[in-house]
């Protein structure tokens, strides 16, 4: 049990362009969803946490603006990066937490999502 | 959350126990030690977690210090698929995101 997806894996798009990618607690409810970066030889950063139904909870220098996140529901959560530059490109990972049948603090981790832009 | 202090590589024989050391003198005495790892372009996994009182699970023993002010995460016999990125994560129970540091990379050779 306690399975998170994303979709897709990885995604290649051209600069100035807007790439959306979903995140799945797949056989549980989360309340609460989180999305992390991570760059190339350095560890997972935070960027933003969510819970289902309410606005997003950005880090400090995380543009909001930039890096739109909607919780529609307890087993939905997408992260919409904006007008994309090649420094955006990274690996995202959402991880999910919450809710019944699984450890109420525990997070489940997604596979990630590689994102370059060119 | 404490800070936490690990080596930045470890090597280790397959085969042989791996043993990752965490420092987190800091430490309160609300807050857990967690593992977690992370394979090479793939999202972190659970390993385990603890509060005072060493842990074993299927994938790995926790032992923590008298003082908690260390632990060690114990890989009783290493396999290839066992290389990864390790990382010590302390965090009040009731917490919400794992501030990741830099982890320890562990090579696992034949």
């Known amino acids: 049990g306690a399975v998170v997806s994303q979709h897709p894996s990885r995604v290649i798009c051209k600069s100035g362009t807007s790439v959306k990618i979903e995140c799945r607690s797949l056989?549980?409810?989360?309340?609460?969803m989180f999305w992390y970066r991570q760059f190339p030889k350095q560890s997972l950063m935070l960027m933003a946490t969510?819970?289902?139904?309410?606005?997003?909870?950005?880090e400090q220098g995380v543009e909001k603006d930039k890096f739109l996140i909607n919780h529609a529901s307890l087993t939905l959560s997408t992260l919409t990066v904006t007008s994309a530059h090649p420094e955006d490109s990274s690996f995202y990972i959402c991880?999910?937490?919450?809710?019944?049948?699984?450890?109420?603090?525990?997070?489940?981790f997604g596979p990630g999502t590689r994102l370059t832009v060119l | 959350d404490a800070k936490t202090t690990q080596p930045p590589s470890m090597d280790c024989a397959e085969g042989r126990a791996a043993n990752l050391p965490c420092n987190h003198s800091?430490?309160?005495?609300?807050?857990?030690v967690y593992w977690y790892r992370q394979i090479h372009s793939q999202g972190p996994q659970y390993i385990i977690h603890?509060?005072?009182n060493n842990e074993t699970n299927e994938m790995a023993s926790l032992i923590i210090t008298e003082d908690r002010k260390s632990s060690t995460l114990i890989l009783p016999h290493a396999t290839l698929r066992d290389t990864a990125v390790y990382y010590c994560?302390?965090?009040?129970?009731?917490?919400?995101?794992?501030?990741f540091g830099k982890g320890t990379s562990l090579l696992v050779t034949p």
């Open positions: 603890g509060l005072k």
């Open positions: 991880s999910a937490m919450g809710g019944t049948g699984v450890p109420y603090n525990e997070q489940f």
């Open positions: 800091t430490i309160s005495g609300n807050e857990y």
């Open positions: 994560i302390v965090r009040v129970d009731s917490g919400y995101a794992l501030n």
């Open positions: 056989d549980f409810q989360a309340t609460t």
């Open positions: 969510s819970n289902e139904g309410s606005k997003a909870t950005y």
